[in-house]
């Protein structure tokens, strides 16, 4: 089946492909034609997954899924959340920058506690006359933020983020492993159970 992933982020692609596997045919928005900047002005992850998803099934009529995620950390009061691509000013997915803030903001704090979560906004067709039914899956890893940075594999805050039951940061575990575990990967089995129950 193909459907839509509303993202260029080639990371992002080669991860969601890669736990998805060959019963779907995942294109990108370079894919389809969408060279657009989708506009992500909402407060919260559930509102941006379901902005970028509903703009591109009204602009393409495409099947699509498109998620947003975000870094909650316990002693920021959630923060950078949201905002977790944009978290250094005057940035736009700079992970150095993004890194190199967080841990100032938790110089000499002693809660680590964080959790990644990822919100998935699935469009599917549900009327012969083009509606759109949304569904939405969740998935999240709980860990701690480390002290400095530990690994140099997959991309984000991954060298920050420890999960709960292991020692390693996301970075240094690999791709394998992450993918099995990660917060992407627990929304994205829900949405893939979904989609095999499905005909569409």
């Not at 009204?58 to 009061?77: K, Q, S």
């Not at 949201?82 to 803030?101: I, L």
């Not at 841990?103 to 906004?121: H, M, P, Y």
């Not at 006359?129 to 140099?152: N, S, Y």
Request: glycine fraction near 10%; aromatic fraction near 8%; include cysteine.
């Amino acid at each position: 089946m193909k459907i839509v992933f509303a993202t260029n982020n080639a990371h992002k692609l080669r991860e969601i492909r890669e736990i998805l596997g060959t019963r779907f045919e995942v294109v990108s928005l370079s894919d389809i034609g969408c060279h657009e900047d989708i506009p992500e002005t909402g407060s919260t992850l559930e509102e941006n997954a379901s902005q970028k998803s509903h703009y591109v099934a009204d602009h393409y009529g495409l099947p699509c899924f498109a998620d947003d995620t975000g870094l909650e950390v316990e002693a920021l009061g959630g923060a950078p959340g949201v905002h977790s691509a944009r978290y250094a000013e005057g940035t736009d997915h700079d992970s150095e920058a993004n890194m190199a803030k967080l841990l100032r903001e938790l110089q000499g704090e002693d809660n680590r506690k964080a959790r990644f979560r990822t919100v998935i906004s699935l469009l599917e067709p549900y009327t012969e006359q083009g509606g759109w039914k949304e569904h939405r899956f969740e998935g999240e890893v709980r860990g701690t933020i480390a002290t400095e940075k530990h690994g140099h594999e997959g991309f984000g805050y991954d060298p920050l983020f420890v999960p709960e039951g292991y020692e390693e940061s996301f970075a240094q575990l690999g791709e394998e492993v992450k993918n099995r575990i990660s917060h992407r990967a627990r929304a994205v089995r829900k949405l893939a159970d979904y989609l095999l129950s499905k005909d569409f």
